[in-house]
């Protein structure tokens, strides 16, 4: 009670897309609950809350529901809660919660006494019930996608992979060597085995998965486990995809580039010779586990990989998130494409916004072979997204200091009309209205993009 649940549950579902159910609203629309509770004392009110929690449990449609303070004391409410719906627990210290509602018309809001010992009381069901916490809108949103940020969390990785079943790592040479170990000990009994991958972009050819297919020896109850940047979690997430036509994966990003983009979203892929991420799946992992602290040995040039998909992510929500410490950058960003990709899980709409500066960014990795890093690809294809959008480019260029690069201008032009958004040889563009407000599928003359290219490219 007062712990905010209403408040968040609407803000939750609007993130998500998805109705929101405010349990004691249904009930107070069809009977005040005072009078509920008058005629029918604290009994009958359970009785109808359990009715219409069950209902909004067993409609196909998912939604987010806010519960009322007590509802997790009905044991119908509890186990309907089990089999339907990922619980959240929004904390609040007893204090605060009677300062909120306290003398307020809730009949169990009348006594500070009283509610501090109803608080007390309902505490370990709180616990019992509980998925995941949540405090804020983006701590929910990382919760419904299964995403846990938290520093440390490496070594608990047994607690935070769902089951109990046997577990495979994968990971690539030199994560295995720094954080191999810590993570086999954080395992324990369950891990069976471990598997390396090639390094970099390696680790994604045909090749390599066949490698890895053959050597899992986990059954449909195992869970494999992708630790590394997301070269490793896109292989590793796909082998799970495939293996055994799919098994349950978790992803423990340890890259800027894993824990803001590359581990989220279910999107896994390989390569194959034509192009990149050709083939693949959608497999969401059934948890990611962000570690902020690994962050603290990756190289610089990886970091900056990283930035630059932080600065695209603060022009997509407005905001100068590339100013933050940089965990608090990895949850906001991971937040944010969490909810995206929650919204449009298949990329069939508005997820195509994550695509701001990447038409321009592939083109000029595309002509470069590959041999310039991805970040100072994108780096430039956000100038000239934002060029073309009429909108200010001074936090790209203080922030991710873009360099042109040398790079044949035709090359790259081809390149750029190969790009898979090109529908009938108009590319489509992710712009900004402004920032905060991308517009998706823009059609420009192509003179005027070929132009914007070309300012990207030197000599
Ligand atoms: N699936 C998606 O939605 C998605 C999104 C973005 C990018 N990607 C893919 O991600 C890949 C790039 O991922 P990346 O940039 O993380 O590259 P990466 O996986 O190759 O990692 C970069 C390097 O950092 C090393 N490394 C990783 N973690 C480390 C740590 N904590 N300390 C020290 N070294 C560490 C790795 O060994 C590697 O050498 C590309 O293949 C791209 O297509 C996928
Ligand atoms: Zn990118």
């Not at 509980?130 to 490496?154: C, K, M, N």
Request: glycine content about 10%; hydrophobic content about 45%.
């Amino acid at each position: 009670m007062g712990a905010g649940k209403s408040t968040l549950g609407e803000a939750l579902a609007a993130k998500l897309g998805r109705p929101f159910v405010d349990v004691d609203c249904e009930i107070e629309r069809e009977e005040p609950i005072a009078r509920i509770f008058e005629t029918g004392g604290e009994p009958a009110f359970r009785l109808r809350e359990s009715e219409h929690v069950r209902g909004a449990l067993s409609s196909d449609t998912a939604s987010v529901i806010a519960l009322g303070g007590g509802a997790v004391g009905t044991d119908q409410i509890r186990s309907a809660l089990r089999k339907r719906a990922l619980t959240l627990l929004v904390e609040i210290e007893p204090g605060e919660a009677w300062r909120r509602v306290g003398g307020s018309d809730r009949p169990l809001a009348q006594d500070e006494a009283a509610f501090r010992t109803l608080y007390d009381q309902r505490r370990p069901l709180y616990e019992d019930a509980a998925d995941a916490r949540a405090q804020d809108v983006d701590g929910a949103v990382l919760a419904a996608g299964g995403i846990h940020v938290e520093t440390g969390s490496l070594e608990r990785l047994d607690e935070l992979i769902p089951g109990d079943g046997p577990v495979e790592l994968v990971s690539d040479a030199r994560v295995a060597g720094i954080y191999g170990m810590e993570v086999q000990l954080a395992l324990g009994a369950r891990a069976h085995a471990s598997h390396e991958l090639a390094p970099g972009e390696q680790a994604k050819s045909v090749e390599s998965l066949e490698a890895l297919w053959h050597a899992l020896r986990l059954e449909r109850g195992g869970t494999l486990v992708a630790l590394g940047g997301g070269c490793t979690t896109d292989a590793a997430g796909f082998a799970a995809a495939t293996y055994l036509r799919g098994i349950d994966w978790v992803a423990v990003p340890t890259t800027l580039v894993g824990q803001v983009d590359a581990a989220i979203g279910g999107k896994t892929a390989i390569d194959l010779p034509d192009g990149k991420n050709l083939i693949g799946a959608f497999h969401w992992p059934v948890r990611t586990v962000i570690d902020p602290a690994t962050l603290e040995t990756l190289p610089e040039a990886e970091l900056e990989n990283g930035r630059a998909e932080v600065v695209k992510t603060g022009l997509l929500t407005g905001e100068p998130l590339w100013e933050l410490p940089v965990h608090g950058q990895v949850h906001r960003c991971a937040a944010f494409k969490t909810a995206v990709c929650l919204r449009d899980p298949h990329d069939r709409g508005e997820r195509a916004q994550l695509n701001l500066g990447h038409t321009f960014a592939h083109a000029l990795e595309a002509a470069a072979r590959f041999e310039l890093p991805h970040g100072r690809a994108v780096a430039l294809g956000l100038l000239a997204a934002l060029r073309l959008s009429g909108v200010d480019t001074a936090a790209v260029e203080e922030t991710l200091r873009p360099e042109p690069v040398r790079v044949d201008r035709d090359l790259a032009w081809a390149a750029l009309a190969r790009d898979k958004k090109v529908v009938g040889g108009v590319p489509r563009l992710v712009l900004l209205e402004a920032p905060g407000r991308p517009r998706l599928g823009v059609e420009l003359p192509a003179a005027e993009v070929r132009a914007a290219l070309d300012s990207l490219i030197a000599g």
